[in-house]
Antibody, heavy 119, light 111 residues
Framework: EVQLVESGGGLVQPGGSLRLSCAAS????????MNWVRQAPGKGLEWVSY????????YYADSVKGRVTMSRDNAKDSLYLQMNSLRAEDTAVYYC????????????WGQGTLVTVSS | QSALTQPASVSGSPGQSITISCTGT?????????VSWYQQHPGKAPKLIIY???KRPSGVSDRFSGSKSGNTASLTISGLQAEDEADYYC???????????FGGGTNLTVL
């Protein structure tokens, strides 16, 4: 079964840091581009970042650029999102998402992990 | 760039057809045939139902169809069923530096 499982969410104070992880299974992880997409409570979807299959190309949304770093470890079938200088507006469910190809569509979604930024 | 524009809500009776519009600009929807649609039930992760404007992933009902004209994409659901009640999001590739735009979402109520 194709599956993405996120972990690492939780409560963090403004200005703090958090590292999200995503474990992939059921497909050849190293062949796929991946993304993070977030959803604030009661709000819509917002694309956060993209990484190519090799990890050599990474894109970020302007809202997080300079504060987050996306990476992957193909040997471990894992995806990561290092989040620094967190703000209240970063509070959201963060989804690990598989890309069909080059941001054309997102075909497999994890269950999400909740990040809450609050004092 | 701003998010794509969708109606906040639509409704229909079982068996009817509804259409959800998604309006962008010449820089996103108008420039690329890379519009996708997602269905999200409460408390669940989104599910891809349409990609590349008109294509359906394996396992998605043929009651769902997509189209595009100019800067506006549309999702049509025919033969409405109670299980179709959900939020629907459109999405488009927007090129650099925006890359990806989502619509604000449309809540579908099956009366």
């Amino acid at each position: 079964e194709v599956q993405l499982v996120e972990s690492g969410g939780g409560l963090v104070q403004p200005g703090g840091s958090l590292r999200l992880s995503c474990a992939a299974s059921g497909f050849t992880f190293s062949s796929y581009e991946m993304n993070w997409v977030r959803q604030a409570p009661g709000k819509g979807l917002e694309w956060v970042s993209y990484i190519s299959s090799s990890g050599s190309t990474i894109y970020y949304a302007d809202s997080v650029k300079g504060r987050v770093t996306m990476s992957r470890d193909n040997a471990k079938d894992s995806l990561y999102l290092q989040m620094n200088s967190l703000r209240a507006e970063d509070t959201a469910v963060y989804y690990c998402v598989r890309d069909r190809w080059l941001l054309s569509a997102f075909d497999i979604w994890g269950q999400g992990t909740l990040v809450t930024v609050s004092s | 760039q701003s998010a794509l524009t969708q109606p906040a809500s639509v409704s229909g009776s079982p068996g009817q057809s509804i259409t959800i519009s998604c309006t962008g600009t010449s820089s996103d929807i108008g420039s690329y045939n890379l519009v996708s649609w997602y269905q999200q039930h409460p408390g669940k992760a989104p599910k891809l139902i349409i990609y590349e404007v008109t294509k359906r992933p394996s396992g998605v009902s043929d009651r769902f169809s997509g189209s595009k004209s100019g800067n506006t994409a549309s999702l049509t659901i025919s033969g409405l069923q109670a299980e179709d009640e959900a939020d629907y999001y459109c999405c488009s590739y927007g090129g650099s530096p925006t890359f990806v735009l989502f619509g604000g979402g449309t809540n579908l109520t099956v009366l």
